[in-house]
């Protein structure tokens, strides 16, 4: 069942929610299952391994790189996977007003990828959890909110970065075909309908750089196969990738490279492998 994160944040932010017990399953020395799952509704955190659960007769893997929720009293029954060594946290809670509580009462996954800070989180919970004292029952409570939180984190940005994929090849595609004309990060943002801090995002995620870097990037390594692949001066060699300011060229292509256009020229004329190892990777 597919969940709406957003949703899901409102609602949590608006529905008073409280632990009501954690437990820490694994296969060895392993515990027994019950037919159905507890009164309460909870969140698993696989830790390692993979095995499966059906809630309702709904299967879900449980696995590193996901949570997954299961509601109150609802059926269950357990599928192991060979010798799989599995492990998972489970921590109940409960709500004030049950009777409306929405999600909770539903089963469904949350695909949040590996993410260390995750587990820092659920191993940070589970050891205050395990503390006595209100102290510690308090910090569990603020850990919790703060599992959930990042947990919601994770999938949101792994949405994002399915989202913004087709929108970075769309883009760095245009790139690569109008290297040679003028390409501000304005005019690709209003080309594209994408804010600014959207397209940088975008670029970021999928390439490590910002959209300008980016093309100016891409330019370069033009440049470089054409000065080991013509005798075309290097001003002219400039104009052709788009930068109409042969000293700027220069200055930015040493910059980069560690050597002037003419050097680069020189060095590698004669040698085109050691060009492929040299030349910038976009």
């Known amino acids: 069942m597919q969940i709406d994160v957003n949703q899901m ?4 932010a608006a529905n008073p929610f409280r632990i009501q017990d954690i437990f820490r399953y694994a296969k060895n020395p392993g515990v027994p299952h019950a037919e159905y799952t507890d009164s309460f509704p909870g969140f698993v955190f696989p830790l390692r391994g993979k095995t ?8 879900y893997i449980f696995s590193p790189g996901k949570v997954v929720h299961g509601g109150a009293k609802m ?9 799989s060594n599995w ?4 921590v109940l809670y409960q709500m004030n007003n049950f009777d409306d509580a929405g999600f909770s009462q539903q089963h469904f996954e ?3 990828g590996q993410s260390p800070r995750l587990v820092e989180i659920l191993m940070r919970l589970w050891h ?5 004292g209100g102290l510690s029952l308090f910090q569990a409570e603020l850990l919790f909110r703060e599992l959930l939180n990042e947990t919601l984190l994770c999938v949101a940005n792994r949405q994002n970065s399915n989202k913004s994929l087709p929108i970075f090849e769309r883009i760095s595609s245009y790139i690569h075909e109008h290297y040679d004309q003028s390409i501000t990060v304005a005019s690709l943002t209003e080309q594209n309908n994408i804010n600014r801090n959207r397209l940088s995002y975008v ?13 100016l990037n891409y330019r370069i390594k033009i440049a470089q196969k054409m000065l080991v692949t013509s005798d075309v001066p290097v001003q002219l060699i400039a104009q052709a990738v788009g930068i109409t300011d042969p000293f700027y060229f220069s200055r930015v292509f040493k910059k980069r490279v560690g050597i002037s256009p003419t ?3 020189g060095k590698f004329i004669n040698n085109p492998y050691s060009f492929q190892q040299a030349s910038i990777h976009i």
């Open 75 to 83: 059926k269950l029954a357990h599928t192991v996977f060979g010798k």
């Open 87 to 90: 492990e998972y946290i489970l």
């Open 9 to 12: 944040a409102e609602f949590l």
């Open 52 to 59: 499966q659960f059906q809630f309702d007769g709904t299967p």
């Open 263 to 265: 050097q680069y020229r």
């Open 110 to 112: 949350l695909l949040t």
């Open 203 to 215: 670029f970021r995620r999928h390439a490590g750089v910002g959209p300008a870097e980016y093309v």
């Open 128 to 132: 205050a959890y395990n503390q006595q």
